[in-house]
């Protein structure tokens, strides 16, 4: 039981900036077994978010809400995945060799396209966010990060490393098959409250979950393909790019 509260609070605080008072003993294969509760993590931001929107509700205009939305959100993460979505750009779009481009997605400097990338990253996310103006406006927000931590998950155990990926050997050498059932059954979990307690259409979380895991292994392979595999930066790439595929899924279907 001490394994998997130690691995939740990791992921927890890995994650997000959640204060948490207890104090977690460091392991090596810690980060990779955290991933397994991903999703819930994902889940618990949603909320957060959801809570947010909820009580700006009826004070301030949608456009305004969408906006705090937004920046909370990278609030509560940190702007994790931003940061590797930025470096991800720079190296891929760079035009040099991969060990060039896996030394560009390295340096801890942002070029013109990282800066470009984030930008256009913002806007769309805003625009989508403002665009859920209907009843399950709060049901895509839930949805958004629980499914794209899940979809990590499986990238990581699926991709190879690319060469001197310090941070994403922590994680894809200890993940294996249970963390990614356990991050399945999990996933379950929130799709089952998603139907059955918030009413979300079934047949559209199917459609965008089938999209979304389609498109990002995609995503996936191109970068593997560039560089010869997949860095930290190329996680927080996946995570960006699921989340705008959600949102964008949703907005078509309706």
């Known amino acids: 039981m001490k394994n998997l509260i130690d691995q939740f609070i990791f992921a927890l605080t890995f994650l997000t900036r959640i204060p948490v008072c207890y104090q977690v003993e460091y392991e090596e ?28 509700t009826g004070i301030i205009s949608l456009r305004i809400r969408s906006i705090i939305v937004l920046l909370f959100y990278i ?20 035009g040099r060799k991969a060990e060039k481009m896996r030394e560009i997605m390295h340096d801890s400097r942002i070029g013109a396209f990282g800066v470009i990338a984030l930008f256009i990253l913002l806007l ?18 839930i949805l958004m ?23 994403g050997k922590s994680y894809k050498s200890y993940l294996g098959k249970r963390e990614l059932w356990g991050a399945s059954f999990l996933i379950f979990i929130v799709y089952i409250m998603l139907v059955f307690i918030l009413n979300f259409p079934l ?15 995609l995503i996936a392979y191109y970068i593997y ?7 930290g930066d190329s996680y927080g790439t996946v ?7 959600t949102l964008l899924t949703w907005i078509i279907l309706n």
């Open 29 to 56: 294969k810690l980060p990779g077994k955290s991933m397994i509760f991903y999703p819930l993590v994902g889940m618990i931001i949603g909320v957060l978010v959801v809570l947010v929107d909820l009580f700006t």
């Open 124 to 141: 769309l996310k805003y625009n989508l966010i403002f665009e859920l103006n209907d009843s399950w406006r709060w049901s895509v927000l």
């Open 203 to 217: 047949l559209g979380l199917l459609v965008i979950t089938v999209l979304s895991i389609v498109i990002s292994l």
């Open 75 to 94: 609030y509560l993460t940190g702007g994790l995945h931003l940061d590797g979505f930025m470096d991800t750009i720079d190296g891929i779009f760079s």
């Open 145 to 167: 990060p629980a499914l794209s931590r899940f979809i990590l998950v499986g990238v990581v155990n699926y991709f190879p490393l690319a060469k001197s990926s310090k941070l």
């Open 239 to 245: 995570v960006e790019s699921s989340e705008v595929i």
């Open 225 to 231: 393909s560039k560089i010869g595999g997949l860095t």
